[in-house]
């Protein structure tokens, strides 16, 4: 019996030590690391827990993982076999990592996943002078390794998460056909905004540090689950609009409607640069008070600027999902926005 306990212990030990890399006999090991491809940096553990009190707070079994660079035991993962649509953030700090499109199912027994959020995810040699660890790029959380070069998919990546490292946010937190709030759960909040095509709103809102996730749908109008074609019609009263997921402690209501005055043209009636129509006006639908008087505060600055603005700020009602297509089209297609640019306008 002791021997068979020194056995197991053994191989735990060593399991660890490898991590998301330790496959089953029948799992394919990954192609040879390119290094020179890859952008690496360095972190000091140290650096990762001396900022701790300003994070979540972790269990013992979250710590060992997330700030002490563990591995959990294979096919034990929450998130191993999600197929729900939603976002994957960071567990230490809120922030958004992957989204459910991105997840393959490897066989690993790790959650994987074939592309992060733009600029989310940090890679970094690993200490064993072999593998890349990958860790959350705003708190340096450890979330698990990089692989390239094993053609599961077409993007020939492999990211091997720990699924104690995350949390997932279901789409259906995100997106509503009925009554708007500005508070979730978790104590995250909503924010509603219109400047035109919402492609380029949705892309500059998903870069503001602190958005956990965005959609892009319709409001404002009158005829019920409205088809974009119908909205392009002008007979339906709906604004093309964002809605958007965002933690408060790591981003404000009012930075967000900064943003959004900052990335178009808040003086244009019915259009944004080539987007002519009702359903490309400027607009903020608030969910509360304190949102409707943040727009209107930052109305009146920029008034005080001399732009003559148009933006109208109006409480929210049914905000309603636009067809799939549309989702998160910029990080899809690889394109950039060609009716919004950003320009500071406040101090």
Same mark, same amino acid.
């Given at each position: 019996?002791?021997?068979?306990?020194?056995?197991?212990?053994?191989?735990?030990?060593? !399991?660890?030590?490898?991590?998301?890399?330790?496959? @089953?006999?029948?799992?394919?090991?990954?192609?040879?690391?390119?290094?020179?491809?890859?952008?690496?940096?360095?972190?000091?553990?140290?650096?990762? *827990?001396?900022?701790?009190?300003?994070?979540?707070?972790?269990?013992?079994?979250?710590e060992r993982?997330?700030?002490?660079?563990?591995?959990?035991?294979?096919?034990?993962?929450?998130?191993?076999?999600?197929?729900?649509?939603?976002?994957? *953030?960071?567990?230490?700090?809120?922030?958004?990592?992957?989204?459910?499109?991105?997840k393959?199912?490897?066989?690993?027994?790790?959650?994987?996943?074939?592309?992060?959020?733009?600029?989310?995810?940090?890679?970094?040699? /690993?200490?064993?002078?072999?593998?890349?660890?990958?860790?959350?790029?705003?708190?340096? @959380?450890?979330? =698990?390794?990089?692989?390239?070069?094993? $053609? !599961?998919?077409?993007?020939?990546?492999?990211?091997?998460?720990?699924?104690?490292?995350?949390?997932?946010?279901?789409?259906?937190?995100?997106?509503?056909?009925?009554?708007?709030s500005?508070?979730?759960?978790?104590?995250?909040?909503? @924010? *509603? !905004?219109?400047?035109?095509?919402?492609?380029?709103?949705?892309?500059?809102?998903?870069?503001a540090? =602190?958005?956990?996730?965005?959609?892009v749908?319709? *409001?404002?109008?009158?005829?019920?689950?409205?088809?974009?074609?119908?909205?392009?019609?002008?007979?339906?009263?709906?604004?093309?609009?964002?809605?958007?997921?965002?933690d408060?402690?790591?981003?404000?209501?009012? /930075?967000?409607?900064?943003?959004? !005055?900052?990335?178009?043209?808040?003086?244009?009636?019915n259009?944004?640069?080539?987007?002519? $129509?009702?359903?490309?006006?400027?607009?903020?639908?608030?969910?509360?008070?304190?949102?409707?008087?943040?727009?209107?505060?930052?109305?009146?600055?920029?008034?005080d600027?001399?732009?003559?603005?148009?933006?109208?700020?109006?409480?929210?009602?049914?905000?309603?999902?636009?067809?799939?297509?549309?989702?998160?089209?910029?990080?899809?297609? $690889? $394109?950039?926005?060609?009716?919004?640019v950003?320009?500071?306008?406040?101090?």
């Amino acid at each position: 019996m002791k021997t068979l306990f020194l056995i197991l212990f053994i191989a735990l030990v060593n !399991f660890n030590s490898y991590g998301c890399s330790k496959k @089953a006999s029948f799992y394919k090991e990954p192609g040879t690391q390119n290094f020179s491809t890859i952008k690496t940096e360095t972190m000091n553990t140290k650096d990762v *827990i001396s900022d701790s009190t300003k994070y979540n707070k972790l269990t013992p079994e979250e710590e060992r993982v997330i700030l002490h660079k563990g591995t959990e035991m294979p096919f034990t993962g929450e998130y191993t076999d999600n197929k729900s649509a939603g976002t994957y *953030i960071c567990k230490r700090c809120n922030a958004p990592l992957y989204e459910s499109k991105d997840k393959f199912d490897s066989h690993c027994g790790w959650p994987s996943f074939d592309d992060e959020i733009q600029g989310a995810v940090k890679r970094v040699p /690993d200490k064993d002078g072999m593998r890349t660890e990958i860790i959350c790029n705003n708190c340096g @959380a450890h979330l =698990g390794h990089f692989f390239i070069g094993e $053609g !599961f998919t077409d993007k020939n990546t492999r990211h091997c998460v720990n699924s104690i490292s995350m949390k997932f946010v279901p789409a259906s937190e995100t997106s509503s056909d009925t009554k708007n709030s500005a508070a979730t759960q978790d104590g995250y909040q909503t @924010a *509603i !905004f219109a400047s035109g095509c919402f492609w380029g709103t949705e892309y500059y809102m998903q870069r503001a540090k =602190g958005v956990i996730s965005t959609e892009v749908g319709y *409001i404002g109008g009158w005829k019920e689950n409205p088809t974009y074609k119908e909205v392009c019609s002008g007979n339906t009263g709906h604004a093309e609009a964002v809605k958007i997921t965002y933690d408060p402690k790591l981003i404000s209501y009012e /930075d967000l409607a900064k943003l959004f !005055f900052e990335t178009h043209d808040p003086t244009q009636v019915n259009r944004q640069g080539p987007d002519i $129509g009702e359903q490309y006006r400027t607009e903020v639908f608030y969910n509360d008070d304190t949102q409707k008087e943040t727009a209107e505060k930052l109305i009146k600055q920029l008034q005080d600027k001399g732009y003559n603005v148009a933006t109208k700020v109006t409480k929210a009602g049914t905000f309603w999902s636009a067809e799939k297509y549309h989702q998160d089209y910029y990080n899809n297609t $690889g $394109g950039t926005p060609y009716c919004h640019v950003y320009k500071k306008k406040f101090d």
